[in-house]
Nanobody, 124 residues
């Protein structure tokens, strides 16, 4: 049974850092890869970052490049998203998801399993 469980969300001040995690079970991360999405109130879910399974290539949306880092620990079958220099517009519920076709995409429709989400709040 495929499961994705996010953790590590919380309150962070503008300019601060936070790392969120995504623990996967029922499949191997380096076979599929993982994408991170976020959704703010009243907005559509948007792709933030992705790491491909086979070659570990990483992808970032322009607004987070240089601030966010995606990584994985194959031994723990867990993905991480390190978020630095947080901005108010980063506030959202963050989701990890498994791509259906084992390739990175910013389209939510190309992911078949999702975690429950973790809230990240940016506030002073």
């Amino acid at each position: 049974q495929v499961q994705l469980v996010e953790s590590g969300g919380g309150l962070v001040q503008p300019g601060g850092s936070l790392r969120i995690s995504c623990a996967a079970s029922g499949f191997t991360l380096d076979d599929y890869g993982i994408g991170w999405f976020r959704q703010a109130p009243g907005k559509e879910r948007e792709g933030v970052s992705c790491i491909s399974g086979a070659d570990g290539r990483t992808f970032y949306r322009d607004s987070v490049k240089g601030r966010f880092t995606i990584s994985r620990d194959n031994a723990k079958n867990t993905m991480y998203l390190q978020m630095n220099s947080r901005k108010p517009e980063d506030q959202a519920v963050y989701y990890c998801a498994r791509p259906t076709y084992s390739r990175c995409s910013y389209l939510a429709s190309e992911y078949d399993y999702w975690g429950q989400g973790t809230q990240v709040t940016v506030s002073s």
